[in-house]
Every structure is written in C-alpha cells, then in structure tokens.
C-alpha cells in the first residue's frame, strides 16, 4: 500500500515536472517564432503621413533584431534613432547594426520604458515613436 502511494506520487510529480517543461517550451518556441526583420516598408498612417518601419521578408511588423544584422530593417530603425523624433542618435544609416546602434537602441529603449538590452522586438517596436513626415517635411510620431 505505502510502495503504490509512492508510485502513485512520484508519477504525478512526474507528469507535472513534464508538463511545465512542455508548456515552456512552447513559450519558448513561440517567443522564438517572431521573425527577423530584414527589410522595411512604408505604413500610411492614419493622418496620411507616412511611416517607415522594419518588416520580416513577408511584411510582418512583428519582427527581430539582433546586434549584428545588416538589412534595410536596421536602416530603417538607425533613422528613427536619428530622428529629432527619436533620440537625435547620429548614427550612420549604413544598415548595420553595430555596438553605436545597439547603444542607440538602449538609449531610446530607456527613454520609452522598455527593457533596455539592446534588442529590437515586439515591445521596442510598439513603444518607439516612429518618425511621420507631413507635406511640410515637419516631423511628428507615430507609434504603431
């Protein structure tokens, strides 16, 4: 009776240690899901301006960055750093993502009150101003 208490037990206990592994993994797998961002695409705001914003290769705003990359994803976030909309950063729009973009990005992640790690995600994306440009070429923002 006690030996099938304890098998009974240690079962359960197994099965609960398997299944938080499993549904962590799967977290992990869907955080890790989100695509990079490679290349950008002008989005028309609701006010008709303009906004220019990195995408994955499919267009999809929900994207990565990492140090390292070179895309015209990078260009596009290096110009929003650079922007008196942004954190006036005077990067070189080279498309690369080296440590100046990466203290770049954390500097503008602390100011918009994101994690401040150097990587561009989901939250960055929706916490950064994006630079809007009217007819004028008077620059406001627009989070997306």
């Excluded at 099938?4 to 079962?11: E, G, L, N």
């Excluded at 100011?111 to 070429?137: C, E």
């Amino acid at each position: 009776m006690i030996r099938s208490k304890i098998f009974a037990t240690s079962v359960v206990a197994a099965a609960l240690v398997v299944g938080s592994l499993a549904s962590g993994g799967a977290a992990n797998a869907a955080a890790q899901a989100v695509g990079t961002c490679s290349t950008s695409k002008t989005v028309t705001a609701t006010s008709g301006a303009s906004i220019v914003v990195p995408v994955t290769s499919g267009g999809s705003g929900d994207c990565r960055m990492d140090p390292g990359a070179v895309s015209g994803a990078v260009r596009a976030l290096q110009a929003e750093l650079n922007s008196s909309c942004g954190v006036r950063a005077g990067l070189t729009q080279d498309g690369n993502f080296g440590p100046a973009t990466k203290a770049a990005l954390q500097r503008a992640q602390a100011k918009y009150g994101v994690t401040a790690d150097g990587i561009y995600g989901t939250n960055t994306a929706r916490a950064l101003g994006w630079p809007i440009f009217d007819q004028s070429g008077s620059c406001g923002f627009q989070r997306i």
